[in-house]
């Protein structure tokens, strides 16, 4: 997803440009595959600093639901605002002004804004931390490990807790004493 921006870099201040994108991307990262192309529109302004992109993209990620383990698609909507910075003037050549924003994105020294670094961040943002199949989603059972979204285990669910044994035999034995007293 690169855009050469030399000609809207000497452009005046507050020149946009609209271009749509229907690109391939095949991982956001390590272990998040897309399954869709990248699809959307961005907007690109000329500030007087470089270049102000505002993106609106979709597409689609292979998730593991965090109940039942199934593989589904989660789908991701990216928008984002960020400001490019060249680090070559286009009328000088002249290496220019870098602020000292540590996360200020950069236009290369072809006048080229690499949009993927940025597709990459905000998707990644987009991936639920708890990811899910649907909402109702049973999960496995937690003594056959069979997924109950497909089918009712056979398996006898019991309510106690052997943690709380303890406790409950302290309250057991409180009930008792307050029994005795009346």
Do not use: W
């Not at 399954?35 to 600093?49: A, C, D, P």
């Not at 286009?90 to 870098?98: F, K, M, N, S, Y």
């Not at 072809?110 to 987009?126: K, M, N, Q, S």
């Amino acid at each position: 997803m690169i855009f050469n921006v030399a000609q809207l870099l000497k452009a005046a201040v507050g020149t946009t440009r609209t271009y749509a994108v229907d690109e391939s991307l095949p991982q956001l990262d390590e272990g998040i595959q897309l399954t869709e192309l990248v699809r959307g529109t961005v907007q690109f302004i000329r500030t007087n600093r470089g270049i102000l992109v505002n993106a609106r993209l979709k597409t689609a990620a292979k998730e593991e639901c965090s109940r039942c383990l199934d593989v589904y698609v989660e789908p991701l909507n990216i928008r984002f605002s960020e400001e490019y910075i060249p680090i070559v003037d286009v009328v000088t050549g002249q290496p220019t002004h870098i602020p000292h924003e540590s996360y200020a994105f950069l236009i290369n020294e072809r006048h080229e804004l690499d949009l993927t670094p940025a597709v990459r961040e905000y998707g990644v943002l987009e991936i639920p931390m708890k990811p899910l199949c649907q909402t109702d989603c049973a999960g496995l059972c937690p003594h056959c490990g069979v997924n109950l979204n497909q089918k009712r285990c056979q398996c006898v669910v019991q309510a106690k807790d052997e943690r709380f044994a303890i406790l409950e035999s302290l309250l057991i034995d409180q009930e008792s004493t307050d029994k005795e007293s009346y």
